[in-house]
């Protein structure tokens, strides 16, 4: 996360690490007590056994609990080169508890309008090409950029932006690398999942997430 602030977990009670040989490598968002929500592209080339979640913690590497990975699904239509529907399911080993800090949250049916509010948080870098990332979770408030926007004029992705795509932008503010997979909520949803962007809060490249509201009939049949 660029630009953001450190937050505790109780704020952002769906979050989850997606770790693979017990390092953090991606974010999530809980859908249910054995369903997680992440990008198709943090799970190429892995299997589920190298594969844990850790859930109800503001801190990657400790508290809350871990849950492994017993099968994941990255959507069919997943391309690596477009990054079109760029999302994916993990299915747990155990059940989740739910609690002040575990929480599930809703998938959007409708994208939301441009320029509405909402947050995105991670654990990933502060800034484009860092090497090290962050202990505490982090987030930002965002503005969404509509799909139909994002591939304007204003902005220079063009073509590159699909009916699976949404963006969203604040100066300064970005999700960034280690972030992918993680949450975009606004009004209480989930909106969109980190998948890609030009750099991280570069000028008129926005951060591009996978729209939940086109890939929620998706989830809901992988669930
Ligand atoms: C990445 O490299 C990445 N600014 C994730 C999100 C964004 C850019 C890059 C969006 O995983």
Sequence with gaps: IVGGTATTISSFPWQISLQRNGGHSCGGSIY?????VTAAHCLQSVSASSL??????SYWSSGGVVA???SFKNHEGYNANTMVNDIAVLHLSSSLSFSS?????SLAS??????????????GTE???????????????????????????SFSYGSQIKSSMICA?????????GDSGGPLVSGGVLVGVVSWGYGCAASNYPGVYASVADLRGWVISNA
Excluded: E, F
């Design 101 to 105: 800090t575990i929480k599930s949250i």
């Design 169 to 177: 932008s604040a100066s300064g503010k970005d999700s960034c690398q």
């Design 32 to 36: 249910s007590a054995r369903v997680i």
């Design 110 to 123: 409708s994208n939301p309008a441009n320029g509405a509010a909402a947050s995105v948080s991670g654990w």
């Design 52 to 57: 844990q979640i850790r859930a109800g913690s």
């Design 127 to 153: 800034s484009s090409g860092s090497s090290s990332i962050p202990a505490q979770l982090r987030y930002v408030n965002v503005n969404i950029v509509s799909q139909s926007r994002c591939a304007s004029s």
């Design 68 to 70: 492994k990975v017993s």
